[in-house]
């Protein structure tokens, strides 16, 4: 392969720009620079202290912290000493976080920033695991940051890296059953940044702005990896309560988010200038151009050329109001299974209502029962200790996506659905509920939506309210969800049609079990949840509040 590996292209940018700044991370309020020479002191030290510890080549070292510019070292750490790192969720559920550290047979976990760390220890304690924090409060530890490196040399030689190892277990969370483990190899780290950086015009001069969880394998090779392999700084939030501020302290070039937050930023500049003054001033010869770029310096963006939306389907509203601002949102899609190195929207070329054409090296092929596959030096080995989902997943050297989609003429790409979403109504009749889903969050009130439908006459739409319909009149928002429901019902089969709009009152979230930690919905969950309370529902009554 041509490209370098990850601690190769370390040690470049170290012999090359030792004192140039990598990593910026905030402490109540001040921002604490990592030169790529201190990073890789520390990142030699913790290797070292690591290796001391009794780990082996091959051992799986778990990592557990909300983002931090320690969450970069430690993961370089793992590499220099030979192992493979095990990261997990900072939402994840106590219960899943021992299934994963028992299934990986983890030897040490670094403990970081984390909320609630307490619910937590009921997943970490059973294990016999060596614990090391990193330098901030979390759960007790054998092992404090600054003292552990302090007492250890820098790891002379780090381990040479093969292409075909595995750097990585990234632990899929799944919307029914347990987590698999998706080994990715070092080949496919390198091949995946590498690639990015160079479709993406990425260079030294770019900055970074990392917030989603590092455990998401978008964010690890969107942010952490890209920025390895370009050379561009970093920098982290301090909290969710400081992230305006954090932003537009940064003003990123390169900005990756998921819908939900591209929703938030929209209702954030809502409430200070309604859409109706927004867009009468928007029309305004040079005054509208004013506007925009006000707006967008406000969202910590007016320097972003690369914004992307990923992780979950994004509406087409969302799309066209900010472009009506000046920002064009690149929509893309992968998965955990080829390090979300798939099709993107790239600057320049983006074509609303799809998620773009293939990446360099990626071939997509339509089977004929219309799920998606790729292929690609991206491709994880398999899922660890797990052949038999292995050799479903990956078939004649192609991974089967679980996802239905269509090719256009020009090579992009339209996801239309998920294979096993389909459910069958009382009435033997097939629904596929992704594009249903699709149009009713386009309404502005919607939040998440989930079409559950198995065993009755008719779907219903189960709707998460968003924040600004929790603080509208009921009987605006109710109003509003009626025209849609008539308006989507009219353009839909009779079997498709829609009885009912459940209008929920508490959100779906991780801890309550309705989202995975990657915010997927979980659908079989809702529907159990909510069983009773359909069967119930009045006829007469097509919108319901709890």
């Known amino acids: 392969m041509d490209e370098q590996l990850p601690l190769e292209r370390l040690a470049l940018w170290v012999e090359k720009r030792p004192d140039a700044v990598w990593l910026r991370q905030p402490v109540n309020g001040q921002w604490h620079d990592f030169t790529w020479r201190q990073v890789d002191n520390q990142a030699r030290r913790l290797a070292s202290a690591l290796l001391a510890q009794g780990c082996t080549p091959g051992d799986r070292v778990a990592l557990l912290s909300k983002n931090c510019a320690e969450w970069f070292i430690c ?262 299974e080829n390090v979300a190195y798939g099709c993107f929207n790239r600057p320049g070329q983006v074509r609303f209502g799809t998620v773009g054409r293939p990446m360099k090296g990626l071939e997509v092929r339509i089977a004929d029962s219309g799920e998606i596959l790729f292929r690609s030096p991206t491709l994880m080995l398999g899922y660890y200790l797990d052949p038999e989902k292995t050799a479903e997943a990956l078939v004649d050297g192609w991974l089967h996506t679980g996802d239905k989609g269509e090719l256009d003429g020009d090579g992009y790409l339209r996801i239309t659905g998920r294979v096993k979403d389909i459910f069958k109504t009382s009435k033997g009749k097939y629904i596929a509920p992704a594009p249903i889903e699709g149009e009713i969050a386009k309404n502005q009130w919607v939040e998440q939506v989930c079409l559950m439908g198995s065993n009755l006459d008719q779907p219903l739409a189960l709707i998460e309210l968003s924040p600004a319909a929790r603080e509208r009149a009921r009987e605006q928002v109710t109003a509003d969800l009626q025209h849609t429901l008539q308006q989507l019902n009219a353009t839909l089969q009779n079997h498709e049609r829609i009885s009912h709009f459940v209008l929920v009152r508490e959100p779906w979230t991780v801890d309550n079990g309705c989202m995975t930690p990657t915010m997927k919905i979980r659908r079989n969950v809702l529907e159990a949840r909510f069983a009773e309370e359909v069967a119930a529902l009045n006829i007469k009554q097509p919108l319901h509040w709890q």
Request: proline residues 5%; aromatic residues 8%.
């Open 75 to 336: 993961d370089l750490a793992i590499m220099m000493a030979g192992l493979i790192s095990v990261p997990l969720y900072p939402l994840q559920s106590a219960e899943s976080i021992a299934y994963v550290l028992e299934h990986a047979q983890c030897k040490v976990i670094l403990l970081g920033k984390l909320d609630d760390a307490d619910k937590l220890e009921a997943g970490i304690g059973p294990q016999l695991l060596t614990r090391i924090a990193l330098p901030y409060p979390t759960l007790a530890c054998a092992y404090e940051w600054h003292t552990l490196l302090a007492a250890h040399e820098p790891l002379q030689t780090a381990a040479v890296q093969e292409p075909g190892q595995v750097l990585t277990l990234v632990y899929t969370s799944g919307t029914t059953g347990n987590p698999k483990g998706v080994m990715l190899s070092v080949q496919a780290m390198a091949f995946t940044a590498a690639n990015a950086c160079r479709e993406m015009d990425m260079t030294e001069q770019d900055r970074f702005f990392s917030f989603l969880p590092l455990s998401h394998v978008a964010e690890r090779f969107m942010v952490e990896f890209n920025s390895l392999y370009c050379g561009a700084p970093v920098a982290f939030v301090e909290s969710m309560e400081t992230f305006s501020r954090d932003l537009c302290h940064v003003r990123p070039t390169v900005f990756f988010a998921v819908p939900r937050l591209w929703t938030r930023f929209q209702l954030g500049v809502l409430e200070k200038l309604p859409q109706a003054k927004l867009t009468r001033l928007l029309r305004i010869p040079l005054i509208g151009a004013l506007v925009a770029r006000k707006v967008r310096r406000g969202l910590g963006l007016d320097q972003a050329r690369v914004m992307i939306s990923g992780a979950a389907a994004i509406s087409r509203g969302l799309l066209d109001w900010y472009q009506t601002i000046g920002l064009t949102l690149c929509e893309g899609y992968g998965m955990s």
